[in-house]
């Protein structure tokens, strides 16, 4: 039987069984508006012209009406099936069905010279099913893009490699993204219900390896907040990321996107998200993104270009 990737229980097997968590209503500040507008549909006509998968979508993400309707999309890359389940996520799991496409590097490309993207943010699923994670696959999509788009910065934002070869990483920081960021997601603390199939310090000593590799590369990382974290665990993960060299760390609210997710524990204040802002640029990162609809990908470009102004004036 094949899936059917829009119904949840089919889009989450593993959760279907679980008992369902109370959505509680959103406050005021967390709420968006509905995507309505023409640069909106160009850019989902693009996208589904190139037959690519957006994280925007996926993910159901709360920004994608402002992002796209600005012709900024992050393209997902590598199917739409996750091998990992991690409880606070909306991507499809299980044993994705098909071998990489060795044609969406160049989809990929074509798309974002047609977007006229000054900047692209390229992600994916997690391929535990394949030898070296995706890293080649990753490279070949930052080249395609690069001849196609010379003057485009390129940001990643990829998985932890945890099945694969330590050496897997340099393929990936040899092709030269701009950028390049692998999100920690959450305190080490609830690692266990939230990331089960990942490792905190694994991802941690990852993102402290691109800076050897290459001490040019920007580096970033991600938490969401309102997973039943304290304020003390924040900060000790900020401690943590500095001392990984990490240059720009994003801090955004989590929002629970099926009864079958982790529960939203709270929803963090506006004030608080400040306050988080102001402690990270004063423990010495380069740029702070800490607002209760921050993504990884949200504005990633105007940031991008304040972060590589912060580096040129220092």
Known sequence: MTRDLKIPAQRHPEKANRPDNAQPK????IRVKAPTSEGYKQT???MREHKLVTVCEEAGCPNVGECWSQGHATMMIMGEVCTRACTFCNIATGKPPEDLDVFEPGR????VKKLGLNHVVVTSVDRDDVEDGGAEHF????RAIRRQSPNTTIEILTPDFIRADDSVLEIVVDAKPDVFNHNLETVPGLYPEVRPGARY???LRLLQRVKELDPTMFTKSGIMVGLGEDKQAVHAVMDDMRAADIDFL????YLQPTPKHHHVDRFVTPEEFAAYEKAAF?????MVSATPLTRSSYHAGDDFARLRAATSAN
């Open 139 to 142: 490279a070949q999509t930052i």
């Open 26 to 29: 959103k406050p005021d500040w």
């Open 44 to 46: 989902r006509n693009i």
């Open 250 to 253: 994003t801090i955004g609210q």
């Open 108 to 111: 990929v490309a074509d798309a």
């Open 282 to 286: 004063g423990k010495g990162f380069l």
């Open 201 to 203: 310090f694994h991802s």
